[in-house]
């Protein structure tokens, strides 16, 4: 068998996952920085990253808009592996375990493990609410529709949704940093087996019965 | 005023700026007021005409829509509006209640609270409070922060724009252009203490004439106003075109402004902190050495075999 030996491992993020990844990645660092620039002027020095303040007021909402879309596809890709399981209920409450390194005393997890999962359904919760917050804010063209109320409900609300989404980054960024081999995973996609036993116990014994069962039908097919 | 501000050591509040003016070393300017009292006014417009005049403001022509308003509304070319109001009072008198419509530069600005452009909103010395189109970057918070309404968004350069209180002229000891025009002496200006001792002989003046709820409008919940209103019907703001009768800041602009503004920023630097600080104490999360070559030889094992 060549072909499992020119890719060792497991394919953990297809190509179109990664890309997917990585533009929504991008695009919400961008926000974040344009973003904090109008919101304290600590940072307004960022506008300068943007050509800019006003360059900045105006690419901010497009690069929301664009971000939404991919973001959208993403949201709906990565459903099904995001859905909260018993396992991941017992490692939120060994979340001391997890954050201390003590691997082997938590419960094996699935493709995600919780905290993966809180990412995503914080992001699910945020974005939606960022562009529908955005939107009504939005200079010039839709702000001065709007209720004085309703304007000032969307600022309030998109500023605090944003602080926990760019909490919600960070942690994510640092998981990506913290935990070796997980940034690897979404840059080229695949990641070792002896990792995916470790992190995902029970997304490995899922790929090795794959693997196990795909192996027995060449079997059977080279045996008749 | 466009451009840059003509006297920037006047200025005492500045938008996006939490560095104190060089106006705490003295702060001997006294405050100016407007003084409008709609009990003489005619609603001739000559008002709004100076404006237009003194400030360069040429509006669209708009479009009769059956009332005195005209044009119907503020926009950023028409700083003024006259508010025309078919009143009528218990007696079964009607009352023709016309409001001079503009900034009022209130002591504590809702738009300069909520604008994030450094320098974009200023307030001087003399209470006047000042939109510098330079920094202005076209976001609307303004809007969202004014309590009255008042701040336009140009359509053509996407600035926001308001009545300055001609901080020009004043700046130069003239009185500003609505004043100077005012046929009826309906508009007065001079230091906040003068015309509020104007305001008061009016009011007592009107309780004279019947009208007992006469009174000045200079509402608390902005900190007082520099544009103040003598009112035939004190205690019914809302009758002159929905003047509020208890302006504040609205909670939702604190809520967005206030302390969150500092608190969140703080803590999104000790987020980071922490990362780097959990990283630093409790080091990389990593597979044991032991568990790859459990797997490896697993694995060849499992080759071998094949």
Redesign the interface.
């Known amino acids: 068998m060549s072909q499992s030996k020119k890719e060792r491992g497991i394919l953990r993020y297809g190509w179109f996952s990664r890309l997917n990844h990585w533009t929504i990645a991008i695009s919400f660092v961008l926000l974040v920085l344009s973003g904090l620039a109008l919101f304290h002027p600590f940072f307004w020095g960022f506008t300068a990253l943007f050509g800019g303040p006003i360059m900045t007021r105006i690419l901010h909402p497009f690069i929301g808009v664009f971000m939404s879309v991919f973001f959208a596809i993403m949201a709906v890709r990565f459903f099904k592996d995001s859905l909260i399981k018993r396992h991941d209920i017992q490692w939120l409450k060994q979340i001391k375990d997890v954050l201390s390194n003590r691997d082997e005393k938590l419960p094996p997890v699935g493709k995600s493990n919780a905290g993966q999962k809180l990412v995503y359904w914080i992001m699910v919760f945020s974005v939606p609410v960022l562009l529908v917050t955005g939107v009504i804010i939005w200079q010039p063209y839709f702000a001065d529709a709007m209720p004085i109320t309703l304007l000032r409900l969307g600022a309030l609300l998109h500023a605090f949704v944003a602080f926990l989404a760019i909490i919600t980054l960070i942690i994510h960024i640092y998981s990506g940093i913290w935990v070796k081999g997980s940034f690897q995973a979404m840059v080229r996609g695949r990641v070792s087996k002896a990792w995916a036993k470790h992190h995902h116990d029970l997304w490995y014994q899922e790929k090795m019965d794959e693997e196990r069962r795909r192996k027995e039908s060449l079997d059977r097919i080279a045996g008749q | 005023m466009r451009g840059d501000q003509i006297n920037l050591q006047n200025i005492t509040a500045r938008s ?3 560095p104190p003016s060089p106006q705490v070393r003295d702060g001997g300017v006294e405050r100016v007021t407007k003084l409008i009292d709609v009990s003489r006014c005619i609603g001739c417009k000559a008002c709004q005409v100076a404006c237009s005049e003194w400030n360069d403001l040429r509006d669209d022509v708009g479009e009769c829509v059956g009332v005195y308003d005209n044009p119907v509304d503020l926009s950023p070319n028409s700083w003024e509006v006259m508010r025309f109001n078919e009143y009528e009072d218990e007696q079964g008198n009607l009352e023709w209640l016309i409001r001079k419509d503009n900034c009022m530069h209130c002591a504590e600005p809702g738009c300069l609270e ?1 604008c ?3 320098g974009a909103i200023v307030q001087y010395a003399n209470g006047i409070v000042d939109f510098n189109s330079e ?1 202005c ?5 303004c ?2 922060g004014c309590p009255f ?1 008042i701040p336009r ?1 140009s ?1 053509k350069d ?1 600035k926001a724009y308001k009545c300055t209180l001609c901080s020009d002229r004043v700046f130069h000891g003239l009185e500003p252009a609505c004043v100077k025009s005012c046929p009826t002496g309906s508009i007065m200006f001079g230091t906040r203490e003068d015309m509020h001792e104007l305001a008061q002989s009016r009011t007592e003046y009107l309780h004279g004439r019947g009208f007992e709820n006469a009174g000045i409008y200079d509402p608390e919940g902005v900190g007082g106003t520099h544009v103040i209103y003598v009112l035939q019907h004190a205690d019914k703001p809302e009758i002159y075109n929905g003047l509020p009768n208890d302006p504040r800041i ?1 909670p ?2 604190d ?2 402004k206030g302390v ?3 608190l ?2 703080v ?2 630097g000790l ?2 902190l922490t ?1 780097f600080f ?2 630093a104490t ?7 050495k032991e ?2 070559d ?3 030889d697993a ?1 060849t094992h499992e ?1 071998d075999r ?1």
Do not use: F, M, R
């Open positions: 996006a700026t939490s909520a994030p452009a450094p920094h970057i076209g976001c609307g918070y809007v969202a309404d968004i359509k996407s609205s939702l602009v809520a967005w969150t503004k500092p969140a920023s803590a999104i987020a980071a990362g959990h990283y409790q080091g990389p999360k990593e597979v044991p568990e790859y459990e797997v490896e694995e080759e094949t």
